[in-house]
């Protein structure tokens, strides 16, 4: 008998009078602010604007919502489209089933558009990003513990998930995957901010590490689930999928690093233009500032020194006036006793 255990809640949804406040949802939303939250921070500290993350994020959010209903719809589409079920539960998103494949390539889709409207390059905003979208997986995966979905085998470890009966779901206790993969993604955002300070990743390497990182640890979580999958060759099409993603993101660290080492110097025009506004005009401008200060002060000093100059003659000239008038006094002497002389030795 387990005698510890991680309970489930007893319902995912409570309500604010017609209201209805869903766990699933709440989850997502953190997520998504935790994200743009610290993608602001990083794009800042990266020369950028702040608000600008916050800006494409209209516009990769819902088309990420989009893309991961779609991932799951179609790799599930039995639950939706089989004997007995109802296709409009398809759009129940609140329910749960959002595949983060999916979630990531139609974001990234809606990230470009709102690049492009800006001006900026996708890779660097994608680095930015990296560590935070880890972290918003890290919020989201809590939603399904408050469905009561995505759970493992069972367990009797002190940690184990309670599940109580329901559609679909058998009462027990099994593995958190949900909680496994909220610590994993925890762990691969502290991992991206340590490489990204240490090696300097730039040109979309810091998300393909994000990427990389985040299908190891998937691959061996999914291994775990017992809820409905298709399977490939014994494999679960999750498995399979976090396969080829790592060895794409792979070949893509490898190769940019070889064909773009460093990392951007610009990631925002618009913001170097408004810093260079702030300290004054552009910089061809501040030269000609420059050199016109420097030419006033030159013309400035001569005048002075002019100045100086001609204060420092006036004394000069009364001097040599003064000088020249004693040695006219002197000559005038000698002449009147040269003058006188002569009588002297007469008498």
């Not at 901010?193 to 190891?216: E, M, P, S």
């Not at 940019?256 to 506004?277: F, H, I, M, Q, T």
């Not at 030419?295 to 040599?320: C, F, H, I, T």
Request: hydrophobic share 50%.
């Amino acid at each position: 008998m387990n005698l510890a255990f991680i309970p489930s809640p007893s319902t995912g949804v409570l309500h604010l009078g017609p209201i209805p406040l869903r766990g699933y949802a709440f989850c997502i939303i953190i997520g998504v602010f935790v994200a743009v939250w610290l993608g602001n921070k990083r794009w800042v500290a990266r020369g950028g604007k702040p608000g600008t993350v916050a800006d494409i994020a209209v516009w990769a959010v819902p088309f990420g919502l989009v893309g991961g209903r779609l991932y799951h719809v179609i790799t599930d589409y039995q639950l939706y489209f089989g004997e007995g079920r109802d296709w409009v539960d398809a759009f129940k998103i609140w329910e749960g089933g959002l595949g983060i494949w999916g979630a990531i390539a139609l974001g990234a889709v809606g990230a470009w558009i709102g690049c492009r409207r800006r001006g900026i390059p996708l890779p660097a905003w994608a680095d930015a990003l990296a560590p935070g979208i880890a972290l918003a997986q890290a919020c989201g995966r809590w939603g399904n513990w408050f469905n009561q979905e995505l759970y493992g085998r069972a367990t009797d470890l002190p940690w184990a998930v309670e599940i109580t009966d329901g559609p679909n779901r058998v009462a027990g206790t099994y593995h958190p995957t949900f909680l496994y993969e909220s610590l994993w993604c925890i762990g691969v955002a502290l991992l991206v901010i340590w490489a990204d300070r240490r090696f300097t990743l730039g040109h979309g390497r810091a998300f393909a590490l994000y990427v990389a990182a985040y299908c190891v640890g998937r691959g061996w979580i999914e291994y775990m689930r017992v809820d409905e999958a298709h399977h490939i060759l014994g494999l679960r099409l999750n498995v399979w999928t976090s396969i080829v993603v790592f060895v794409l993101a792979v070949v893509y660290l490898v190769l940019s690093a070889k064909l773009r080492p460093g990392r951007e110097e610009v990631v925002e025009p618009e913001a170097v233009a408004v810093a260079g506004a702030k300290d004054g005009d552009t910089p061809a401008a501040d030269g000609k500032a420059k050199d016109g200060k420097t030419k006033d002060a030159d013309a400035k000093g001569a005048v002075e020194a002019g100045a100086a100059a001609d204060a420092d003659a006036e004394p000069k000239d009364a001097e040599a006036e003064a000088a020249d008038g004693e040695a006219e006094a002197a000559a005038e002497g000698k002449a009147e006793d040269k003058a006188e002389a002569p009588g002297a030795k007469k008498l």
